[in-house]
Structure formats: structure tokens, C-alpha cells
């Protein structure tokens, strides 16, 4: 099932797996307006979190997710998956950030989040909710994948308050090979390339060979269209 904001320019999907089991997939930022919204990172500073006391998150991540939060509910339930479900979590770039706080926020409401993998994803709270986050989610599970020189896990920048959650996989320009860090920032991964390649574009719209726009993932067209606002389920009907 897929929800698509167009207030926001966002989108989600929610499918179930074999197994009984259920995915959220959190669509990445398009790259016609990434440069853009790297910029817009780049003077973004921690908003306080309603999960703990000392936490901060970037705001405009925490209103997009809790924007998509309702329907994503909703979708879950209709197919038949509801707290003590199984789920996998996972997006790129922006649908990173998000899938972050709802595998977080999920499990809060009794989900089992299985695996949460992400990719390319910026820094989404200070250091508080990153080891808060650690210690919900457990450090099993949870990978936050990175691609060489690509600029957007380098932002918002950590001097701004911002740090990143564990554990970290990030992988060589010819995405052929990997370096595993078990810490939020860590010298031997991403933050060993420098921070200031902030046009390095190229990198975060290719993981593992495979290029990742979310303007690939289009609302309307062939097949069945999504109503603004509204959700759809995929497949036979």
C-alpha cells in the first residue's frame, strides 16, 4: 500500500512478506531538488523530541515521518498487521532519516522491527537520541549503510549538535568493497572523506551499484494511480 503527501512531496510503502511479516519503505529525496535540500541541512540545528528529555531531532524529518505516521498505521493494520508484528524498515537519503524515527517509534508501540536498513542517510538527532536509539533498537540489525564521498551523511553537520546512530557500513566508490563501524562517528568509515564535498551528488544516488532517484518512484501513470492524500493496495485487487 502507498501513501504519497504531496503537501510534502512525500512518500511510503507498506507491503507484506512472505513469513508473516510486513516492510515500511520510506521514499528518498528526488535529485532535481537535492542540492537544494542539502543546503537546507546545512543550518538545520536539533529540535526537542517528545521521546526524552535531552534528545533533539532535526524538525523537518520528525514532522515528515509523523505526517506519514497515521497512514502507515492504517496500512498496517488492513493487511493484517498490528503490534507484536514483524517488520523491516528501511529508506534512502530523507526516507533514511524518517525510517529512523519510525523504526524507533514503532517499535515504541510494540512492533518487533526485525531489520532496519538505511541508506545514505543524514544525521537525524544529537548524540542523546542516537544513544537512546542504540539502546531501544539494540546494535543487532540495525545498519546504516553509506556510499564513499557522498555528502549527505556528512550533514547536518555535527558541530551544529548532531550525531549520527550506529552502526555504520560504508562502502568504497566502486561499491565493491565495505569497512564495518560499530560507532555513530567514526573515523574509519564516512567521516574519513571530507565533510565540505557537499556536491559529490553522484555517490548518494548510487548504493550497491544501483541508482536510487525518488523521482523513479512516480505517483499516477500506468498501473494503479495514487489519489493525493490517499492510499492504495498494490497487486491483484
Given amino acids: 500500500m502507498v501513501t504519497y503527501l504531496p503537501s510534502l512531496n ?9 513469513g508473516n511479516e510486513a516492510a515500511v519503505v ?12 542539502i543546503l537546507n541541512l546545512n543550518v538545520s540545528k536539533p529540535a526537542d523530541y ?19 505516521e497515521p497512514s502507515i498505521l492504517q496500512n ?7 503490534p507484536g508484528s514483524t517488520l523491516h524498515v528501511t529508506g534512502h537519503s530523507l526516507g533514511a532519516a524518517m525510517a529512523t524515527l519510525a523504526a524507533f517509534e514503532l517499535k515504541e508501540k510494540d512492533y518487533r522491527i526485525a531489520t532496519q536498513y538505511t541508506f545514505g542517510q543524514p544525521r537525524v538527532g544529537n548524540k542523546a537520541f542516537a544513544n537512546l536509539f542504540e539502546s531501544s533498537m539494540g546494535p543487532q540489525g540495525q545498519y546504516r549503510v553509506t556510499h564513499y564521498h ?21 562502502y568504497n566508490e566502486a561499491n565493491t568493497q ?21 556536491w559529490a551528488v553522484e555517490d548518494h544516488m548510487h548504493y550497491m551499484g544501483i541508482t536510487i532517484d ?23 485487487q
Avoid at 31 to 36: F, R
Avoid at 183 to 197: M, Q
Avoid at 214 to 234: I, N, R, W, Y
Wanted: charged share 15%; net charge negative.
Fill in 214 to 236: 525518488g523521482a523513479d518512484c512516480t505517483v499516477g501513470g500506468s498501473g494503479p494511480g495514487v489519489v493525493p492524500g490517499e492510499t492504495v493496495k498494490l497487486g491483484p
Fill in 178 to 198: 565495505y569497512t564495518v563501524c560499530t560507532g555513530g562517528e567514526d573515523p574509519s568509515c564516512a567521516d574519513s572523506t571530507p565533510w565540505y564535498d557537499f
Fill in 50 to 68: 517528545d521521546k526524552c528529555a535531552a534528545c533533539g531531532v532535526e524538525g523537518g524529518f520528525l514532522h515528515g515521518w509523523r505526517s506519514l
Fill in 26 to 37: 520510506f521514499r528518498g529525496t528526488e535529485a532535481s531538488s537535492l542540492k537544494d535540500w
Fill in 10 to 18: 512525500l512518500q511510503a510503502y507498506t507491503v507484506a512478506l512472505p
Fill in 76 to 82: 498496517l493494520q488492513t493487511l493484517g498487521f498490528g
Fill in 150 to 170: 557522498d555528502p549527505v551523511p556528512h550533514l547536518p553537520l555535527e558541530k551544529m549538535g548532531f550525531y549520527h546512530t550506529t552502526t555504520e557500513v560504508w
